[in-house]
Structures are given as structure tokens and as C-alpha cells.
């Protein structure tokens, strides 16, 4: 979650939008934030404390192999995955590029970041609901759903 933007800016963001009608009314998803101790409890000094917190659990080997294999073709802005998504022809995938974050060493530095801040995270949040993330998308969606639908 560290990045270009100053951290006081991202929380006075967050706050002012959580203080509109439309979020008081119909709700609101953050993904991606609080990413972690200190954002965590700022948001619950904002008064808007959220209803449901979900930590979408894979293992380390997973988020890798979802990560260092991607890549966008340069051309069209398609996305593939060597494994699960391959480009259909040499001429593509001579135009695939990945990410300069998704390269080894920065997915490992993040993933210990991550691995770190989501253990503050969950001491903040201890009724977070745990969804298992390594099952295909759409299942997790639908264990997502189901624990959104109920109270």
C-alpha cells in the first residue's frame, strides 16, 4: 500500500468520500485499504466502521504463479498467463511484456510486506471472514456473495 501518495492525502481521500450520502445509503467496498495497523484505526476514528472485512487467503506459491506469469501484449492491451491464458500465436507472444512489478524479487518483498501487515490488520479486525482464494474465480465470488447475503 506504500506508494507515490502520501499517506495523510489517501486517508483524508478515504474520509471525505466515506462522508457522502450516497455511501451513508446504499454502502460502500474498499479494496485494497485499510493495507495496514495505522489506516486501520484512522478508519475506525472516522466513524465508519465497516460491516463485513474479508481476507482472501492463497499461499505465497499461488500469488506468485499468478503474478510472474502474466503478461499484456503490447498491440491490443490483451492480458495472458502463460499457464492459464496463453497467447494463441507467435506473432503475440513476441509482443508480450510483464509488468515490471510482477517480476520475482518485487512479488516477494511485497508478499512479505503483505504477509506482515495483514497479521496487524487482522488483530484490528478479528471477525474478518477468511475466504480461500486458490479456487477458481468464480467460486470465490460466490463464497463472497454468500457471506455478503448474510447478516
Same mark, same amino acid.
Given at each position: 500500500?506504500?506508494?507515490? $501518495? ?7 481521500? $478515504? ?9 451513508? !445509503?446504499?454502502? *460502500? $467496498? ?6 495496514? *495497523? ?53 506473432? $503475440? ?9 510482477? !517480476? ?48
Amino acid at each position: 500500500c506504500s506508494g507515490p $501518495v502520501p499517506a495523510t492525502l489517501v486517508l483524508q481521500a $478515504v474520509k471525505q468520500r466515506l462522508s457522502r450520502v450516497d455511501c451513508s !445509503s446504499r454502502g *460502500w $467496498v474498499l479494496h485494497g485499504f485499510p493495507c495496514n *495497523w495505522h489506516q486501520a484505526k484512522c478508519l475506525q476514528g472516522f466513524q465508519h466502521q465497516p460491516n463485513r472485512v474479508f481476507f482472501l487467503e492463497v499461499t505465497d506459491q499461488v500469488c506468485l504463479d499468478r503474478t510472474t506469469l502474466r503478461a499484456t501484449d503490447r498491440v491490443s492491451g490483451e492480458r495472458y498467463h502463460t499457464v492459464t491464458r496463453p497467447a494463441q500465436t507467435v506473432e $503475440v507472444q513476441h509482443r508480450l511484456q510483464a509488468a515490471p512489478d510482477d !517480476s520475482l524479487e518485487v512479488m516477494l518483498e511485497r508478499l512479505k510486506r503483505y504477509r506482515t501487515e495483514s497479521a496487524d490488520l487482522q488483530s484490528v479486525f478479528p471477525d474478518a471472514v477468511h475466504i480461500d482464494a486458490v479456487q477458481k474465480s468464480h467460486n470465490v465470488f460466490e463464497a463472497l456473495e454468500r457471506r455478503l447475503n448474510t447478516n
